[in-house]
């Protein structure tokens, strides 16, 4: 533990104000030393208030940085601000970083969203990327997103009571609203993966951008804000699970019974091309099977899915 880690452990403990001297004391430092220290956490985004009698902790269940959670602290990466945490996640996972490392940021200055969009990322959000290892095939990857969309809309269902369901592939509406979206990223090694990058933004206390389909956030939805850190915490537990013994079965299964895509008219558009039909089913690597109106079937692996 860092001597900032020590002196969060401590605050944290702590049921109210805990002096400089006792701090020097317990870490073994000068009080300017711990004084440099508590300057160090609060601009980190902690918050703290000084007094002659010393320090206190200001509780916030709502922080994100990686000294308030318990188990995950290891593997939480803050940024209070950054261009995006795909980026930053690019850079640990080239250098090896562990099985779901995570990148969180208060804002982003350049989120981005699939399809090459803007993800608006202001204050109040969620945005994180996860960085996972699955051994499995390059032909399966789409299923991670899938089961990452799976865990987050379930997840958003058992704590807040929100009608959360999925759109092809991934997005998390509430009555056609869009509450969650989600991008990846992946590197192979010869054809299998080497690492995922699974982004995820959650719109929670910060008021989204007008985008199709229309945004919305949980404190809209449930008229308190939310502590975003209990959502965090939640999502890696199971998604860490999930992915232990990752079943592409179980993962369309449960994308199926939880979708709001299938059976409907839709648009999809790619890269490339526009395609539109009935989705009828999506295939064994999340492809999504339309049936076109002149009877036959075509299969789509990406896009952006607009429902009629
Ligand atoms: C979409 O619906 O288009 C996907 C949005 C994904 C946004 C998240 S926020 C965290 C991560 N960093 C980014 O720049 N994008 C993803």
């Known amino acids: ?53 010393g320090y206190r902790l200001v509780s916030d269940p709502d922080s994100l940085v990686p000294w308030a959670f318990d188990t995950w602290q290891d593997r939480i990466h803050f940024f209070q601000e950054t261009g995006s945490t795909m980026d ?13 490392t995570v990148v969180v940021a208060q804002r982003q200055t350049r989120g981005r969203g699939r399809m090459q969009r803007t993800w608006q990322s202001a204050d109040g959000g969620l945005y994180f990327t996860v960085v996972v290892r699955p051994d499995i095939p390059m032909m399966l990857a789409g299923l991670v997103n899938l089961a990452a969309a799976v865990d987050m809309a379930r997840l958003l ?16 509406l509430v009555d056609n609203h869009k509450l969650c979206g989600l991008l990846s990223q992946m590197e192979a090694e010869g054809d299998q993966v080497a690492h995922m990058n699974i982004g995820i933004g959650l719109n ?9 389909p229309i945004a919305i956030s949980l404190k809209a939805l449930l008229g308190r804000p939310v502590p975003r850190r209990e959502i965090l915490v939640a ?8 992915m232990l013994a990752f079943d592409p079965h179980v993962v369309i299964d449960e994308w199926k019974s939880n979708n709001v895509t299938l059976g409907r008219r839709v648009r999809v558009i790619t890269v490339k091309d526009m395609v539109e039909g009935t989705a009828v089913d999506v295939d064994s690597h999340g492809g999504l099977i339309l049936q076109l109106a002149d009877g036959t079937r075509q299969t789509v692996m990406h896009g952006d899915c607009f429902h009629r």
């Open 88 to 100: 930053e996640a690019t850079v640990m996972a080239r250098k090896g970083c562990a099985d779901f």
């Open 235 to 242: 999502f890696m537990n199971v998604f860490e699970k999930r």
């Open 1 to 53: 533990m860092n001597p900032k880690q020590k002196i969060f452990k401590i605050l944290n403990q702590a049921d109210g104000v805990v002096s400089g001297e006792t701090l020097s004391a317990e870490l073994g430092v000068s009080r300017v030393s711990i004084w440099k220290h508590i300057q160090g956490l609060v601009k980190s985004g902690i918050s703290i208030v000084s007094s002659p009698k």
């Open 157 to 172: 269902r058992s704590l807040y009571q929100v009608d959360a369901c999925l759109k092809w592939p991934n997005d998390i």
């Open 204 to 212: 929670v206390n910060n008021v989204p951008e007008t985008e199709t």
